[in-house]
């Protein structure tokens, strides 16, 4: 029988588990959500535990991840490709191009998630406040606005936790 550890919402998860939720696309928080709506596109907040996921700042960042991790794998396979083989020009000149290419495309979105989830774990970004449960909507059913000043602030500092 396997239990499962849920963050309770004045805790924030670990970094680990922080990144690897993200690496596969699920709430960095709860693990529950889904951060993407679109390919690359994250949702403006998790449908299962509310955390506010719009203002994260992945930038530039996954895709320097994603260009040094795949350029080092097919740079040493095209090295020992053309070391120790004899495969004709047309062939590497097609191949390695489109296996970047579909590399690239593959990583992109999980890199990104777990980008998020670093953030998330280091409370940085506007990841410094934990959603706080039945703070979703207001007394007629209305969204309130989430923010800095919406009371939702936790006394803890953000971070790996206590120093």
Excluded at 3 to 32: K, M, N, Q, W
Excluded at 68 to 76: N, P, T, W
Excluded at 151 to 161: E, L, N, Q, T
Aim: glycine share 12%; aromatic share 10%; net charge negative.
């Amino acid at each position: 029988m396997t239990d499962t550890i849920e963050p309770v919402y004045g805790e924030r998860t670990p970094l680990v588990r922080s990144l690897a939720r993200g690496f596969i696309g699920r709430c960095p928080h709860c693990g529950g959500g889904r951060i993407f709506g679109r390919f690359l596109k994250v949702r403006p907040h998790c449908d299962v535990c509310d955390l506010e996921l719009a203002h994260h700042r992945a930038d530039d960042l996954p895709p320097y991840i994603v260009i040094f991790i795949v350029g080092h794998i097919v740079g040493y396979f095209l090295l020992e490709t053309e070391t120790n083989y004899d495969v004709p020009l047309w062939f590497q000149l097609t191949f390695w191009p489109l296996v970047t290419l579909l590399a690239s495309l593959a990583l992109l979105q999980p890199v990104k998630g777990a980008v998020v989830g670093l953030q998330y774990a280091l409370g940085m970004h506007g990841f410094a406040t934990l959603p706080v449960p039945g703070t979703v909507t207001g007394p007629q059913g209305e969204e309130r606005p989430h923010g800095p000043g919406d009371g939702r602030a936790v006394d803890r500092a953000a971070g790996f936790g206590p120093a």
